[in-house]
């Protein structure tokens, strides 16, 4: 059982940056994968980006590639999202997850309670 607890979100004009926060707690292990997701109102969940265990291997969706930066501190138990060059179409609640046997199933098995990013143009 992994706890996830993100923070960091909030109002920020377009150009702007944020940097999000995700803090686990409970059992970890080198196979799992975290993850950050997102959901606008009347969208589904899509995937944003996600990161292994050793904070190495980092992957991106295609429309935040270049602006976003997933990291992982063990030390901290946190993974960070950094968002640059915020866009309106970046507003959704976005989500920390955690899949425990990413080459098995696709499907993520923790998630956390969501912190919303607005973006103002």
């Known amino acids: 059982q992994v706890q996830l607890v993100e923070s960091g979100g909030g109002l920020v004009q377009a150009g702007g940056s944020l940097r999000l926060s995700c803090v686990f707690s409970g059992t970890v292990f080198s196979s799992y994968v975290w993850g950050w997701f997102r959901q606008a109102p009347g969208k589904q969940r899509e995937f944003v980006a996600r990161i292994n265990y050793w904070g190495r291997s980092p992957e991106y969706a295609d429309s935040v590639k270049d602006r976003f930066t997933i990291s992982k501190d063990n030390f901290k138990n946190t993974v960070f999202l950094q968002m640059n060059n915020l866009k309106p179409e970046d507003t959704a609640a976005y989500f920390c997850?955690?899949?425990?046997?990413?080459?098995?199933?696709?499907?993520?098995?923790?998630w956390g309670q969501g912190t919303q990013v607005t973006v103002s143009s």
């Open positions: 997850a955690v899949n425990s046997d990413p080459s098995r199933k696709p499907d993520y098995d923790w």
